[in-house]
T-cell receptor, first 114, second 114 residues
Framework: EPEVTQTPSHQVTQMGQEVILRCVPI?????FYWYRQILGQKVEFLVS????????KSEIFDDQFSVERPDGSNFTLKIRSTKLEDSAMYFC????????????FGSGTRLTVV | SQQGEEDPQALSIQEGENATMNCSYK?????LQWYRQNSGRGLVHLIL?????REKHSGRLRVTLDTSKKSSSLLITASRAADTASYFC??????????????FGKGTHLIIQP
């Protein structure tokens, strides 16, 4: 069964450093997403991406965040200057889009900011 | 309560029993989805029910949706130890013309006692 692949599985970074989280969505999917889950809290929507541009973003997705699809397969989330409160599990997801379509999530990247 | 609020927060039952989890939401939706998350792992899509559907089955899973009460339930029949996980409902308020994100609840932590 097709999978969404995320790398790395765990990243530790110092506060103020830039991190790039990588995702390979399912190849025939058209919509891509990033979500995050702070330990013990809800899964929160960050951003959706369609047709090579951001479709929607939440209040969490401020100027320190950016997304990119640099080639035909990768989808990245960049955090420019990490803060302690950015520590969370980050999930990438993709879907075929349209009504009635489920999402396929990756296994996540656990980001720890120290 | 917030969009996508599950209850109970935790449920512990004996193997073989049925487990029922509920979800309430506040806004109009296009579909509601249930996901499972094993500890520290990614989200696995279980089942999606559209706003014009009232009940849906998939294997040992049965989902109901009552849009008049803005609520849904997930029933797992003949539970197994491997069903131990957190279960989340997520609402999709897809508004057309873009890829809106899912809104997740806090989840129900289900423990199946062998």
């Amino acid at each position: 069964e097709p999978e969404v692949t995320q790398t790395p599985s765990h990243q530790v970074t110092q506060m103020g450093q830039e991190v790039i989280l990588r995702c390979v969505p399912i190849s025939n999917h058209l919509y891509f997403y990033w979500y995050r889950q702070i330990l013990g809290q809800k899964v929160e929507f960050l951003v959706s991406f369609y047709n090579n541009e951001i479709s929607e973003k939440s209040e969490i997705f401020d100027d320190q965040f950016s997304v990119e699809r640099p080639d035909g397969s990768n989808f990245t989330l960049k955090i420019r200057s990490t803060k302690l409160e950015d520590s969370a599990m980050y999930f990438c997801a993709s879907s075929e889009g349209g009504r009635g379509r489920g999402y396929t999530f990756g296994s996540g990247t656990r980001l720890t900011v120290v | 309560s917030q969009q996508g609020e599950e209850d109970p927060q935790a449920l512990s039952i004996q193997e073989g029993e049925n487990a029922t989890m509920n979800c309430s939401y506040k806004t109009s939706i296009n579909n509601l989805q249930w996901y499972r998350q094993n500890s520290g792992r990614g989200l696995v899509h279980l089942i999606l029910i559209r706003s014009n559907e009232r009940e849906k089955h998939s294997g040992r899973l049965r989902v109901t949706l009552d849009t008049s009460k803005k609520s849904s339930s997930l029933l797992i029949t003949a539970s197994r130890a491997a069903d131990t996980a957190s279960y989340f409902c997520a609402t999709d308020a897809y508004s057309g013309g873009g890829a809106d994100g899912l809104t997740f609840g806090k989840g129900t932590h289900l423990i199946i006692q062998p």
